[in-house]
């Protein structure tokens, strides 16, 4: 047993000498791909050197920061658990870019009218630059769009110019021949491409391009993205799923992390007046980040994902029944999306979450969707969708439909059941906070869950409805769902609901539990929520809340903030628990109040105002004021004490100069009561 024993301790320590961890680096500009790249002074230059390289567990591949790498990175070596190699940033200065956009040595022919052809590009550059600056697309297919100002100038187009001259060209509208301007798109379908390896972590990285998608993640496992900046000038943002499609060798892309990064597409043009026509929004890069078929137990979270034409976050399994064989196994399941922001301020159709087709099992919580001019679209079955702020949806000028719901439940690709959607805030949409449609034309939409939801000033738009059923217009059912417990409250009318074509109120709607309709509707109320300040985005309730205590048992045990559910006799309605915090000394002064953080996200500093009711100026000398800032997994990273400012009004100032994008909780405590809120970080 003693010779065993010593064996197990002797393997242990000799462990890490196997694994030797090895540090390579690279510099754009003073590297050389003659050394041996394990010194700065001895540093590679290109990234071609790690493509085929054969790294080995714990190894690091640092690059210069400042330095700018015009080729794509891709790397074939995994690491193990435990051991994962890593690709990061060393120096000083902004991340090191990984672009493919490079310039094109194009030839033009004079087509007339101001417009030049080139007949050799064989691909779709999906985003081209002029002279350094974003030039805006035509929209699919409308090649006469070209020249025209929708009201930006639409300046190129890839495609046939009609059905008799159907072949796919690429035109640019200029003034004169493009050979004489600088015109850059990407050289490459990817800007990172990962496939087939595992335990690998990207940080500090900015990657710039892509034709199809700035980073491509095929049946990889394990691979961790940590504040990386992408979307800029690529089509996709970020594209997870498995190498083979329809084949009985599939592998699936598992536990891939993203985290704390920027997906933002950086494109900003202005396109509202290019009309209503079948196709007219279909311009611009489609989405930031997309799980595709046999993404598996992925993470999304902590960052910001920003300007996409179809949807800011994308979770799409089409079960196609002449491929079902080949679908079996290949869904999109057991995923989770928290603490991120999406928003498309500078679109006219886009931004939303979309989860469609064979996708179920997976859990979105804790994000914030806001400023996007799309319905989000919530099918698939058995998916957990709770604890999200929803804010802000607006309808499209370019579509003669209403696009504007918070909600939007339609059933396109396979039936919807089993969902459940509790404790969100649905607010200020201009349709309604939740639209179960009757077009629904691929299965039943029932045994879905609405539930401890808040529907707030929603159909400001169109007649102030704030929840819709339509009736069905075909052969699948669209009834046989539960609504419990839902605050709808819209304060210009009571008539809130469009139940099947009937405008009526909450009470008259709780009564509609019986005949055909099959549903369970119990315990909806029509109140003022009481938020502590509706204004100031400051949605936690009041104590004379009608939300308190007045929820149905969730299935989610944790609100917003972090509370445990329930913290009263039972669940809150909305994404809040109501908190009394008290102070352990009668005669201090009641609880601190956060008035407000702003901004909220921040780069690099905020500032933290509140104030304390009840306060006194013998108050003033005695409390003890206290800012803690704790990272996602409760870690804390920062911490300052208030200097006393004037009696009853505080405001405090935090940089957060030295950390890394990403979610933060800021803690204020006052003597022995506290109170704490989410901020956001985006560098």
């Given at each position: 047993?003693?010779?065993i ?17 090895t540090?390579y ?12 790249g ?8 290109t990234?071609?050197?790690?493509k ?16 700018v ?31 493919v956009?490079?310039t ?24 081209v ?22 009201p930006?100038?639409?300046?190129w187009?890839?495609?046939p110019?009609?059905?008799s ?26 800007g ?7 335990y ?67 494109y900003?043009?202005?396109y ?5 026509a079948y ?42 029944v ?16 928290y ?7 500078d ?16 859990e ?28 802000g ?36 949409c201009e ?58 409250f819209?304060p ?40 502590n ?20 048992n ?8 972090g509370n ?5 006799i ?20 009641s ?45 804390e990273?920062?911490?300052l ?7 009853g ?13 990403g979610?933060?909780i ?18």
């Amino acid at each position: 047993m003693r010779i065993i024993f010593l064996f197990i301790v002797l393997s242990y320590f000799t462990l890490p000498d196997f694994f030797a961890q090895t540090t390579y680096y690279l510099d754009a500009s003073g590297g050389s791909d003659n050394n041996n790249g394990t010194s700065r002074t001895a540093a590679w230059q290109t990234l071609s050197q790690i493509k085929n390289f054969p790294f080995q567990p714990g190894d690091k591949i640092l690059l210069k920061r400042g330095e700018v790498w015009n080729e794509q990175l891709r790397i074939s070596a995994s690491g193990i658990e435990g051991s994962p190699i890593t690709i990061g940033a060393y120096g000083s200065s902004a991340k090191p870019i990984i672009t493919v956009v490079k310039t094109q040595d194009l030839i033009w022919e004079n087509t007339g009218n101001n417009i030049w052809r080139n007949t050799t590009l064989e691909y779709d550059p999906k985003r081209v630059l002029k002279d350094g600056v974003e030039i805006l697309d035509a929209a699919e297919n409308f090649y006469d769009e070209l020249g025209t100002n929708v009201p930006d100038l639409v300046e190129w187009y890839y495609g046939p110019k009609n059905t008799s001259d159907p072949h796919d060209y690429l035109y640019l509208y200029s003034s004169d021949s493009p050979a004489n301007h600088t015109i850059e798109f990407s050289a490459e379908g990817h800007g990172l491409i990962a496939e087939d390896i595992s335990y690998v972590i990207f940080e500090n990285l900015e990657i710039v391009g892509g034709y199809y998608f700035g980073i491509s993640i095929f049946s990889c496992s394990n691979l961790s993205f940590k504040n990386v900046t992408a979307g800029e000038y690529a089509n996709f943002g970020v594209y997870i799923s498995s190498a083979k499609l329809y084949g009985t060798t599939m592998q699936p892309s598992d536990r891939i992390v993203i985290d704390s990064c920027i997906i933002d597409s950086g494109y900003k043009f202005n396109y509202s007046e290019a009309g209503t026509a079948y196709g007219k929004s279909n311009r611009g890069p489609p989405d930031g980040y997309r799980l595709n078929i046999y993404a598996i137990n992925c993470e999304l979270k902590n960052s910001l994902l920003i300007n996409y034409a179809h949807a800011n976050v994308s979770l799409f399994c089409e079960l196609n029944v002449n491929r079902l064989p080949f679908y079996l196994g290949t869904e999109i399941a057991n995923n989770k999306i928290y603490n991120n922001k999406l928003t498309s301020p500078d679109l006219f159709y886009g931004g939303r979450l979309v989860i469609d087709g064979y996708s179920h099992d997976n859990e979105i919580f804790n994000n914030i969707i806001e400023n996007t001019s799309v319905k989000n679209q919530f099918n698939g079955f058995a998916n957990h969708f709770h604890h999200n702020i929803i804010r802000g949806i607006k309808a499209s000028p370019l579509k003669d439909y209403n696009t504007g719901y918070g909600i939007s439940i339609q059933g396109y690709y396979d039936s919807v059941h089993d969902n459940i959607f509790e404790n969100n805030l649905i607010v200020d949409c201009e349709d309604a906070g939740i639209l179960i449609s009757g077009n629904n034309g691929a299965g039943n939409v029932i045994n879905n869950i609405f539930r401890n939801n808040i529907i707030y000033n929603c159909g400001t738009k169109y007649n102030n409805v704030g929840l819709q059923l339509n009736k069905a217009n075909n052969t699948f059912l669209n009834h046989g769902n539960y609504f419990q417990n839902n605050l709808v409250f819209n304060p210009n009318t009571a008539q809130t609901i469009n139940f099947y074509g009937s405008i009526i109120d909450v009470n008259e709607f709780n009564s509609q539990n019986s005949g055909v309709i099959n549903q369970m509707i119990t315990g909806n109320i029509d109140s003022d929520p009481k938020f502590n300040n509706y204004l100031t985005n400051d949605y936690h309730l009041q104590s004379s809340s009608p939300c308190i205590d007045a929820g149905a048992n969730p299935q989610a045990n944790i609100d917003f903030d972090g509370n445990p559910i329930p913290l009263g006799i039972a669940a809150d309605i909305g994404i809040y628990e109501f908190t009394v915090v008290t102070s352990v000394e009668e005669s201090k002064p009641s609880s601190p109040v956060l008035i407000q953080n702003y901004p909220n996200p921040f780069n690099p500093v905020t500032k933290i105002r509140y104030s304390i009711p009840n306060y006194s100026s013998t108050d003033h000398e005695s409390q003890n004021v206290r800012l803690t800032i704790y990272d996602i997994l409760g870690k804390e990273v920062a911490a300052l004490v208030n200097e006393k400012q004037n009696p009853g009004n505080y405001e405090i100032e935090f940089k957060a100069e030295n950390l890394p994008s990403g979610f933060y909780i800021c803690l204020l405590t006052v003597d022995n009561s506290s109170l704490s809120r989410k901020m956001i970080l985006l560098k």
